[in-house]
């Protein structure tokens, strides 16, 4: 993943943080086609060209490119869909189809080979857009590298995420600690397993005193619990 992947995995993150947890329900994501200008797309979905900037963090100078990923921040129509061919509607049921509800999420305790020694508050649950797991644990504790790795991002993408730190790993893997109150790394520098990173956030989003972790392969979130316990 190069430096253009890490921007966007850096602007997922941050966005999502903003838009309420792990996953973002208040925010459409929309890839740049060519010929495609960015007037073109806060005209069709129905926001201004200046908040799609905001939201992605983009300076009036910065120019987008076919294949750049942009969040558009919820409000106006979403674009039209293609009409598809409508099938043949199926004769209803005798009896009609129970649905079982999705099983919730239980909070339960990890241990010292996690960022954090504390409580899930908020699973991994991608089909619910919830793509990493949130930690409960007092503000300023120290989150620590789940694995060896380089520092491939450090910093605060906005103060209303707070920091944010992303680690590149071997076979493409990278793992994301945010909600940080302090960063204690930087760009480029080697981490060993168990290095602290930096320091737990407050309270965001409904959500005590916590820090968000991710993992990915590519841009592709994979669950925590695989990951750090090694299967």
Known sequence: MGRRRIVTLVTWVGVAAAAGGCGTPYALRHRMVAGETLAAVAAR?????????????????DRVRPGDVLFVPAGGPPPAEI??????????SK???RVAP????????????????????????PERG???????????????????????????PSPAYGGLVVL???GG?????????SVGVVRGEAV????????????????????????RRGEEPVDPREFVSGR
Request: without cysteine; charged residues 30%; hydrophobic residues 30%.
């Open 45 to 61: 979905y129905g926001v201004s060209e200046e908040e799609i900037r905001r939201f992605n963090h983009l300076r009036p100078k």
């Open 83 to 92: 009409p598809r061919e409508k099938k043949p509607t199926e004769p209803p």
């Open 95 to 97: 009896e009609p189809r």
């Open 102 to 125: 999705p099983p919730k999420p239980r909070s339960r305790s990890v241990g010292a080979e996690w960022p954090v020694a504390g409580k899930i508050v908020r699973g991994f649950a």
């Open 130 to 156: 919830s793509r990493g797991v949130d930690l409960a644990v007092p503000r300023g504790t120290p989150v620590r590298a789940v694995r060896n790795g380089e520092v491939a991002y450090a910093g605060t």
């Open 168 to 170: 590149r790993h071997a």
């Open 173 to 181: 893997v990278y793992t994301v600690y945010s909600n940080l109150d």
């Open 192 to 215: 060993e397993g168990g290095r602290v990173l930096g320091t737990s956030g407050p309270a965001r989003r409904g959500l005590g005193p916590h820090v968000h972790f991710e993992v």
